[in-house]
């Protein structure tokens, strides 16, 4: 192979294997990219996507293979080499301190110093000029991270990378938080860095969101390439077969159910600071879809639901009765919620499979106050061959599976738990098309079975397919309740920045 560097190729990633035990992660892939160009890299969960950018940017050493920066030899130490050589990595999976302010969080391991002291004042600038570019200068640099929302994390790892002067960026699902108005603010950032020449990893499972902000592609199928080559010349249907390895007929699988009697409704609930005097139904084998955009109140209306935040005022009911404001006391009386939060709520992630799966309800393990763990692991691990959970062993950290993965250990918990009242919170979020295809599909059966679902989501098309009804919500009040074949992703859109349609 003719090794020469040619004009303008800025990275190129050649025969890059690695291998975790047992499990080939990575298997001679190659990958090149131009200055000022953006590459989708596009593939399933566990595709081994995370793995080979993790090589990128330091966080894992190849078994084999080699790496070149603008024509140079690289191989990153660590992470913050990687940061020093300009390749800077935005993960999924966000990496923020939660008691440290936006500024320092930014400017973390990139400070400013003057005769050893922290220069705040140029700090901040760069800071400001991060924010300003990202289009969010109400963003204050002083917040403490814990105080934001889910959202304006993913602007604040986005703006760490900025300030670092990096000539390769990589974006893993950076939308997967963010809102429709912060997604195309987020695109025009993109757009101005390929015209200061730098070159774009962006990773995502929003394929229309590749073609508007990627030339070409690259697709990884069980840690090998299957498939590169212009995004203007491929079909999604051609796509979506390179990254599963078959053909798939239906994005939206419906599954024929019927709601019937009311077992959930809400009158007049209202939170702390939202949601405002929500009143609505929803009934046994029904899926309520909940529209809006970041910051509406949707994640704080499920969260008053199943009592993690205190109710002001309002009344749950479940058949007929009212439970007490108590997670344990929903759980009894059927609510189960997967949150948006896998990482910071979600799922223990230092915990195996077998427990995340089972924490809700151990009373069938449980005998005199003793645990028969052979029969925890036993009962977890058919819900993760239902689920087709890719793991080694029910006993296997939560926090080395893959996002979808991880995904679906949460759904297994709720399935286990025997939940009758599904609250779903962005739940596929960062998950590949063939299992967000699954979990569809996996929603339409358990209404089938009789399950209510309330399905929290940003990506209003899945709304309007998988849903029987859909509400929006805006500035915490829940607008309109409308059948989903009445809405459109325009009208949901105006409802949800107050204007009427």
């Known amino acids: 192979m003719n090794t020469t560097p040619r004009a303008g190729l800025r990275l190129r990633m050649t025969g890059i294997s690695k291998r975790f035990g047992a499990t080939q992660a990575l298997d001679r892939v190659s990958l090149e990219v131009q200055a000022g160009e953006a590459l989708a890299l596009i593939g399933e969960n566990g595709a081994g996507k995370s793995t080979l950018m993790k090589v990128l940017s330091g966080a894992h050493a190849a078994d084999a293979g080699t790496m070149e920066l603008d024509g ?3 191989r990153p130490a660590n992470p913050h080499a990687a940061r020093q050589s300009g390749v800077a990595m935005i993960y999924q999976e966000l990496n923020l301190a939660p008691d440290l302010s936006v500024e320092d969080n930014i400017m973390l391991g990139q400070e400013e110093r003057c005769f050893g002291f922290v220069n705040r004042a140029a700090q901040r600038r ?11 200068p109400d963003l204050r640099p002083e917040t403490e991270i814990r105080h934001l929302s889910v959202g304006a ?7 760490r990378a900025l300030v670092s002067w990096a000539r390769v960026i990589v974006f893993d699902e950076p939308t997967s938080s963010l809102s429709r108005r912060d997604t195309e603010h987020l695109f025009d950032v993109i757009r101005r860095l390929r015209g200061r020449g730098v070159s774009i990893v962006y990773i995502s499972h929003f394929l229309e969101e590749v073609r508007e902000v990627c030339d070409r592609y ?61 009143s609505f139904s929803v009934r046994r084998g029904e899926i309520l879809g909940i529209a809006g955009l970041v910051g509406a109140g949707r994640t ?3 969260r008053c639901l199943f009592a993690l935040e205190q109710v002001r005022r309002g009344t749950v009911h479940v058949m007929d009765t009212v439970p007490r404001a108590s997670p344990r006391d929903r759980i009894g009386a059927g609510l189960g919620l997967v949150s948006e939060d896998r990482k910071g709520e979600g799922l223990a992630q230092i915990r195996s499979i077998a427990e995340n799966i089972t924490y809700s309800r151990l009373a069938p393990y449980s ?4 645990l028969n763990l052979s029969a925890l692991r036993r009962g977890a691990q058919r819900w993760m061959q239902a689920l087709d959970v890719k793991a080694r062993s029910p006993d296997q950290d939560v926090s080395e599976l893959s996002g979808g993965n991880q995904q679906k250990v949460a759904l297994a918990r709720l399935l286990h738990q025997e939940a009758d009242i599904l609250l779903f919170d962005e739940p596929t979020r960062g998950i590949d098309v063939g299992t967000k295809a699954a979990i569809y599909r996996l929603m339409g059966e358990l209404a089938l079975a009789g399950k209510a679902i309330v399905f929290v989501s940003s990506y209003f098309a899945e709304l309007l397919a998988v849903c029987d009804r859909v509400g929006v919500m805006s500035r915490g009040y829940l607008r309109e309740i409308r059948p989903a074949a009445e809405w459109t992703e325009e009208s949901i859109m105006a409802r949800a920045v107050g204007s009427e349609q």
């Not at 840690?223 to 390179?242: D, K, P, W």
């Open 72 to 74: 140079c030899p690289y």
């Open 367 to 370: 005998r005199h106050g003793w």
């Open 153 to 159: 994390r993913q602007l604040v790892e986005i703006a």
């Open 126 to 136: 760069r800071v400001h000029e991060a924010l300003n570019l990202l289009g969010h």
């Open 300 to 302: 704080e209306l499920l």
């Open 218 to 278: 690259s697709v990884l199928r069980d840690g090998r390439t299957a498939g590169a080559g212009r995004l203007a010349e491929v079909t999604e249907a051609q796509i979506v077969s390179l990254m599963v390895g078959r053909t798939v007929e239906e994005l939206f699988p419906k599954v024929p159910h019927q709601p019937g009697d009311v077992i959930l409704s809400l009158d007049g609930l209202s939170g702390e600071r939202m949601p405002h005097d929500v």
